[in-house]
C-alpha cells in the first residue's frame, strides 16, 4: 500500500486515469456527514466480473467465460471472495479490495421464493453484475490522503491534470405518466391499505429522456448540486449508473451490521420540527424501523439488535429526511451475503409488509424496476460490505437516460402532495442535467 497526497479530488483522478474506461467505479462518500469516517473509492479493469441476466449466470476470469446454473450464484460468489483474498494483508478501517457491482429490485424473486415479477423492466439490464478488484484508490475524506492498494503503481499525479471537456445535452425529457395516473396508483394502494393487506406502501413514476455526449460531464454536476454519502458513477459498456443515494441499505465491519432506513422527506425550506412532528411521517417512519429491526433478526444475535438514532434529520441540496440507524451483530453462522439477502430489498422503497408490497407494485406499476431500488456498493475480500439503495438515480444506456422517483403511500396520504413529494425528490437531478447542458453543451 502506497500512500499519497494530491491537489486534486477523487473525481477529478478518476476522470484522469479511469473516464474512458468500460469497466469502472467511482463510490463517492463527498456528502458524508462530518462525523466518522468517510472514503472515496476509485478503480478500472476488475480482474473477473460475475453477472446474472436473463440467459443466465457467467463468470469471466480474464479471456475465460464459463455458465453456471442461477442456483449457483449464492456458493459462486462465496467461493470467488473466498478464493481472490489476499493471504497476507493487514486489517484496514476501509474497503481494500472485493468485489463491486450492484443487485436489480428483482434479485428479490431470487431471494424469496414466495415473489413473482410479472412486468419486465426496461431497459432491460443485468439482474446482479460484480467486478473483483484487487488494484484500487481510497481517498480519506478526513485526513485528505489518499491510498493505492494492489500491485499496479502509477505514477503520482502532481502537476496539471489533462481532462477534456466533456459535453452533455439532453433531449425529450418527459414523464411515462400523467399526474392523473400517478394519483390514481395512489388511490388503489390506499385501497390495498384500506383492505388490510398492507400498512405502508412505496409507489413511484419515471421520466426518460434522450441525451448526447458523456455522461462524465453529468455526474459531475450531480455531485456539485447535491453531494451525497453514498453516491456512485458506475461504468459497465454502454449502462452508466449516476447515483445521488442518501441511503444506506445495510454495512458489515467485523461482525457489527448498521443499516440507515429513510422514511419521511418534505423540501429544504420547510421547518424541520415541522417534519419531526408531523403525524404521518412518523407513523410511516416507525413502521419502516420496525421491518428494518425484524429483518436485521434474521441474521443478528436476537438481543444485539439497538435503535442507535431515531428520526434524526439529514439535509441535503432540495430536501431534509428523517433518517434512523440500527445496528446489531451478525451471528457466528452467518456472513456478508446472508445479511444482504436478510435485508433486500429495503422496506423504506417497498413498504409493510414486504412481500406483498412487492406483488402490489407488480401490479400497479407499468413495468418491472429494474435497477431502481436495488442496491449498489461492495463485498470486501476481508468479509465487510457497504450497500446504498438505488435512489435518486440517473440510468443511462447507449443514448437513452431514466430517472424514477417514488413516495411512502399510508391510509391518510394525499394523492396532490405524494406525487409533489416525487418531483422534489427528482429536483436535484434534474438540475444536474439542465446544467451540463447549459454549462457543457
Known amino acids: 500500500m502506497r500512500t499519497f497526497e494530491s491537489p486534486f479530488s477523487p473525481w477529478d483522478l478518476f476522470k484522469a486515469l479511469y473516464g474512458n474506461s468500460d469497466s469502472s467505479f467511482f463510490l463517492d462518500s463527498a456528502g458524508s456527514p462530518a462525523k466518522g469516517p468517510a472514503y472515496s473509492y476509485l478503480g478500472a479493469h476488475p480482474f473477473a466480473e460475475l453477472r446474472m441476466d436473463r440467459d443466465g449466470l457467467f463468470l469471466k476470469e480474464g479471456r475465460r467465460q464459463r455458465q453456471y446454473p442461477v442456483s449457483k450464484l449464492s456458493g459462486l460468489l462465496r467461493s470467488l471472495l473466498k478464493k481472490y483474498r489476499p493471504k497476507k494483508r493487514s486489517r484496514l478501517p476501509f474497503f481494500s479490495g472485493g468485489a ?78 400523467s399526474e392523473g395516473q400517478f394519483k390514481g396508483m395512489i388511490t388503489k394502494a390506499k385501497r390495498f391499505i384500506k ?69 419521511g422527506t418534505k423540501p429544504i425550506g420547510v421547518s424541520p420540527k415541522a417534519l419531526k412532528l408531523n403525524p404521518k411521517e412518523r407513523a410511516e417512519h416507525i413502521m419502516l424501523v420496525d421491518l428494518e429491526r425484524n429483518d436485521l433478526g434474521r441474521v443478528c444475535d436476537y438481543h444485539s439488535i439497538r435503535v442507535k438514532e431515531l428520526m434524526k434529520i439529514e439535509k441535503y441540496s432540495h430536501l431534509m429526511h428523517l433518517v434512523s440507524t440500527l445496528t446489531g451483530t451478525l451471528k457466528k453462522n452467518c ?88 418531483l422534489h425528490k427528482g429536483e436535484a437531478l434534474c438540475e444536474a442535467l439542465v446544467r451540463a447542458s447549459v454549462e457543457k453543451g
Not at 424469496?112 to 415479477?117: D, P
Not at 491534470?161 to 445535452?169: G, I, P
Not at 453529468?218 to 453516491?231: C, D, K, M, V
Open 335 to 422: 456472513d456478508g451475503w446472508d445479511l444482504l439477502r436478510a435485508v433486500f430489498p429495503g422496506g423504506t422503497i417497498t413498504g409493510c409488509p414486504k412481500i406483498r408490497c412487492m406483488e402490489i407494485i407488480d401490479e400497479l406499476e407499468p413495468v418491472g424496476r429494474g435497477l431502481y431500488t436495488g442496491s449498489l456498493g461492495y463485498f470486501g475480500f476481508d468479509g465487510d460490505l457497504d450497500f446504498n439503495i438505488v435512489i435518486r438515480t440517473l440510468i443511462l444506456k447507449r443514448n437513452r437516460g431514466w430517472l424514477q422517483v417514488g413516495a411512502g403511500i399510508v391510509q391518510d396520504s394525499d394523492p396532490r402532495l405524494e406525487y409533489e413529494e416525487t
Open 195 to 263: 383492505a388490510g393487506d398492507i400498512y405502508q406502501s412505496n409507489l413511484s413514476q419515471r421520466f426518460s429522456f434522450e441525451f448526447s455526449g458523456s455522461p462524465l460531464a453529468l455526474y459531475e454536476q450531480s455531485r456539485e448540486i447535491n453531494p451525497s454519502p453514498f453516491a456512485a458513477y458506475l461504468s459497465l459498456g454502454d449502462l452508466k449508473l449516476i447515483s445521488n443515494s442518501p441511503e444506506r441499505l445495510v454495512s458489515k465491519r467485523n461482525r457489527l451490521c448498521e443499516t440507515k432506513p429513510i422514511a
Open 100 to 177: 463491486v457491482g450492484f443487485l436489480g429490485y428483482e434479485m428479490a424473486a431470487f431471494f424469496e421464493k414466495k415473489v413473482r415479477f410479472r412486468k419486465k423492466p426496461k431497459p432491460q439490464t443485468p439482474f446482479l453484475y460484480f467486478g473483483f478488484y484487487r488494484d484500487l484508490i481510497v481517498y480519506d475524506h478526513r485526513k485528505k490522503k489518499y491510498f493505492e492498494l494492489g500491485s499496479r503503481r502509477r505514477p503520482l499525479i502532481t502537476g496539471t491534470l489533462e481532462v477534456k471537456n466533456e459535453r452533455f445535452h439532453v433531449h425529450r425529457f418527459h414523464a411515462e405518466m
